[in-house]
């Protein structure tokens, strides 16, 4: 099984083992030279729920079924819409856009590239921009229209796309050594392209070369800290791990 960037997120999403209270808790009882009965039970279901097996919630383990379900059944699910075509179709548009903004020179990475395919743990995906000078990943992602375009980064705010850019962090800390840690999910307005615009919506909405470039990019700055590595690497073993109890199942059931 291989997991893929474009939908990994639901593995990582919710938190394990002790909270931030609890564990400053448990350090505090650690340190005490002498502790009260009480406290010595305390202490020992702190560490048993710290040390716990990772318990992937509900939306990791439907993911990871979807894995061995195609791979079990031989196919291939595919998926498409108007907005995931127009996000594709204008990727370049929008890299060129964020240039502008920021007088930077990113292309988008294309096979051939140094950072084009990554590969790590059992995870494989492809960054929109890798910007190695400054060991940062920067991923694009162009709005449907005006009205669905976040204008500001707390609007743009999204789980699935900042767990995307951490896997790709992730993955190069892997594949070269180096202190990967930054990364930014911009999303971009650009003009629609003519033949996705259905009928039903007014052109207004996705004509965005009248606005000046400035309103037309928002960025959500992404960080890979200790604590994310921890927690990634603990939910990928617990989801290697339920792949394989899963198949075993697949294989077995009816027999």
């Known amino acids: 099984m291989q997991l ?6 639901p593995l990582f999403l919710g938190t394990d083992g002790l909270t931030d209270v609890q564990s400053n808790r448990l350090e505090e009882l650690l340190s005490k030279i002498k502790l009260t009965e009480k406290q010595a039970e305390e202490r020992d279901k702190l560490i048993a729920k710290r040390d716990a097996d990772v318990e992937l919630p509900a939306g990791a383990k439907s993911l990871i079924e979807s894995y061995v379900d195609a791979e079990v059944y031989q196919y291939k ?4 819409s108007k907005e995931v075509a127009k996000g594709r179709d204008v990727e370049d548009q929008a890299i060129d856009l964020y240039n502008r903004v920021f007088f930077t020179d990113h292309r988008k990475a294309v096979d051939g590239d140094k950072y084009y395919e990554l590969s790590f743990n059992g995870i494989v995906g492809h960054p929109d921009v890798v910007d190695a000078d400054n060991l940062m990943v920067k991923d694009a ?8 375009f976040p204008k500001t980064p707390d609007k743009a705010d999204n789980s699935t796309y900042t767990w995307q850019v951490r896997t790709y962090l992730y993955m190069l800390r892997g594949m070269t050594g180096l202190d990967w840690r930054r990364g930014e999910v911009f999303h971009a307005l650009v003009t629609t392209p003519e ?7 007014h052109d ?4 965005a070369d009248d606005l000046a ?3 037309r990019v928002t960025v959500c700055d992404v960080e890979l800290t200790d604590d994310h590595i921890l927690h990634m690497e603990r939910r990928i073993k617990a989801a290697q791990k339920y792949a394989e109890e899963y198949k075993d199942y697949l294989l077995n059931k009816n027999k």
Do not use: C, G, Q
Request: charged residues 30%.
């Open 4 to 9: 893929r960037t474009y939908n990994i997120a």
């Open 77 to 80: 699910d595919t998926f498409d």
């Open 141 to 148: 992602k162009s709005s449907w229209s005006k009205k669905t």
């Open 195 to 201: 033949e996705l615009v259905p009928e039903y919506e």
């Open 204 to 207: 207004s909405l996705h004509f």
């Open 213 to 215: 470039d400035n309103l």
